[in-house]
């Protein structure tokens, strides 16, 4: 089991860059696949991206592709979602999730993962 925590979420202009964090407790985050998924009050929850357990495949929502990056640093256990050129429609409480990667291509349902942090705002001002 890991533990998570979210950061970097805050206000921002169109356009601008954000970079949220997500900090895993846990002796065994290598192990585990991680996504971002973002939500809007009253909306379901949506998917943004996910990374396997080594970082070296990634996958995204059409609606951010070219635009977001998800990486990972396994010797800090975190994982990142660099978000460039945002838009009002980013602005969402972010979350990042993890689950044991079993090597499936890309776990894009959030109820793939088991593990959830509380959250982090990211608010997009036109």
């Known amino acids: 089991q890991v533990h998570l925590i979210e950061s970097g979420g805050g206000l921002v202009q169109a356009g601008d860059s954000l970079r949220l964090s997500c900090a895993a407790a846990?002796?065994?985050?290598?192990?585990?696949?991680m996504g971002w998924f973002r939500q809007v009050r009253g909306k379901e929850r949506e998917f943004v991206a996910t990374?396997?357990?080594?970082?070296?495949?990634?996958y995204y929502a059409d609606s951010v592709k070219g635009r977001f990056a998800i990486s990972r640093d396994n010797t800090k256990n975190t994982v990142y979602l660099q978000m460039n050129s945002l838009k009002p429609e980013d602005t969402a409480v972010y979350f990042c999730a993890a689950k044991p990667d079993l090597g499936s291509y890309a776990y894009t349902r959030d109820y793939d993962y088991d593990t959830w942090g509380q959250g982090t705002q990211v608010t997009v001002s036109s």
């Open positions: 990374i396997n357990w080594s970082g070296g495949r990634t």
């Open positions: 846990g002796r065994t985050f290598s192990s585990y696949a």
